[in-house]
């Protein structure tokens, strides 16, 4: 894994050379050094001393997923929404096939708007239902689930966002991955959200449907990557904090994507009824 402490604090000189405003992550400098904290330190972060391993910003963003993951998955549909980075909520449709009635389950991700207009990403949001109930991650639920004070994820969060934001100013490419849920991958000015495989089946409950939605490139499997031969470039992994140098993903946009669902289930003859 790269060095965070090194990696931030040539962020933090670097927005100090280009003029900009000051950039600081003193929540992320203790995290990144964990495995060397004394007892000291780590009641100053308010952490278990008990706790054998005691987690890192990864951990921290996992709890983040977990949230999203449990929320999407509740009986009642809401939106769930991560402050600064963009929204989560789920898409239905009905259909019948060879004598039964499925029920198509896509997850849409709708970026923050201020991600968008950092260097005006292109990326069709799709409008959350009005119907739908839209809540946030809650900072005091990360919190109950792992050894830190509430106060430090929030900061931790806020911190490895603003690090985003930063990537984002400077033209880099970033992948914002998001354990068993999925990955939002920026590309010039390209954004695409691929989904976990086991995350959809969650979702549709049925392989027939998963695979049905990867197929027709309805949704987009997070494993998949359309490479053009000899175009790499170097990629920001968050929360991870490494630098590796990947293929561009060719792929459709949201926009393409909801047009091209909508004509098939047309020609199939099946209505494309959104319901909550």
Same mark, same amino acid.
């Given at each position: 894994?790269?060095?965070? &402490?090194?990696?931030?604090?040539?962020?933090?000189?670097?927005?100090?050379?280009?003029?900009?405003?000051?950039?600081?992550?003193?929540?992320?400098?203790?995290?990144?050094?964990?495995?060397?904290?004394?007892?000291?330190?780590?009641?100053?972060?308010?952490?278990?001393?008990?706790?054998?391993?005691?987690?890192?910003?990864?951990?921290?963003?996992?709890?983040?997923?977990?949230?999203?993951?449990?929320?999407?998955?509740?009986?009642?549909?809401?939106?769930?929404?991560?402050?600064?980075?963009?929204?989560?909520?789920?898409?239905?449709?009905?259909?019948? &096939?060879?004598?039964?009635?499925?029920?198509?389950?896509?997850?849409?991700?709708?970026?923050?708007?201020?991600?968008?207009?950092?260097?005006?990403?292109?990326?069709?949001?799709?409008?959350?239902?009005?119907?739908?109930?839209?809540?946030?991650?809650?900072?005091?639920?990360?919190?109950?689930?792992?050894?830190?004070? &509430?106060?430090?994820?929030?900061?931790?969060?806020?911190?490895?966002?603003?690090?985003?934001?930063?990537?984002?100013?400077?033209?880099?490419?970033?992948?914002?991955?998001?354990?068993?849920?999925?990955?939002?991958?920026?590309?010039?000015?390209?954004?695409?959200?691929?989904?976990?495989?086991?995350?959809?089946?969650?979702?549709?409950?049925?392989?027939?449907?998963?695979?049905?939605?990867?197929?027709?490139?309805?949704?987009?499997?997070?494993?998949?990557?359309?490479?053009?031969?000899?175009?790499?470039?170097?990629?920001?992994?968050?929360?991870?904090?490494?630098?590796?140098?990947?293929?561009?993903?060719?792929?459709?946009?949201? &926009?393409?994507?909801?047009?091209?669902?909508?004509?098939?289930?047309?020609?199939?003859?099946?209505?494309?009824?959104?319901?909550?």
């Amino acid at each position: 894994m790269t060095n965070l &402490e090194a990696l931030i604090t040539n962020v933090e000189l670097c927005s100090k050379v280009d003029g900009c405003s000051t950039v600081t992550f003193p929540t992320l400098k203790k995290l990144s050094v964990n495995d060397a904290l004394t007892g000291r330190e780590l009641a100053d972060l308010e952490l278990d001393v008990s706790f054998p391993c005691f987690p890192d910003v990864v951990t921290i963003w996992s709890s983040v997923s977990k949230c999203v993951w449990q929320q999407l998955l509740e009986r009642k549909p809401r939106a769930v929404s991560i402050t600064g980075l963009g929204t989560f909520h789920i898409q239905k449709w009905r259909s019948f &096939e060879n004598g039964e009635v499925l029920t198509f389950q896509r997850p849409l991700f709708s970026l923050s708007r201020t991600v968008a207009q950092i260097r005006e990403l292109q990326h069709a949001s799709v409008p959350v239902p009005d119907e739908l109930k839209k809540v946030s991650v809650s900072y005091k639920k990360i919190h109950s689930d792992i050894p830190y004070s &509430e106060e430090v994820v929030q900061n931790c969060m806020q911190e490895t966002l603003n690090f985003f934001y930063f990537i984002l100013t400077n033209r880099e490419d970033t992948d914002f991955i998001l354990k068993d849920v999925g990955t939002l991958a920026i590309r010039g000015t390209e954004v695409t959200m691929a989904f976990c495989k086991d995350f959809l089946l969650s979702l549709n409950k049925s392989t027939y449907v998963v695979e049905k939605l990867l197929t027709k490139k309805w949704v987009i499997l997070d494993q998949e990557e359309s490479l053009s031969p000899r175009c790499f470039r170097r990629v920001y992994q968050l929360p991870l904090f490494e630098i590796r140098a990947v293929p561009r993903r060719a792929s459709l946009s949201d &926009e393409e994507i909801v047009t091209e669902f909508e004509s098939a289930l047309s020609s199939m003859g099946i209505r494309g009824n959104v319901s909550d």
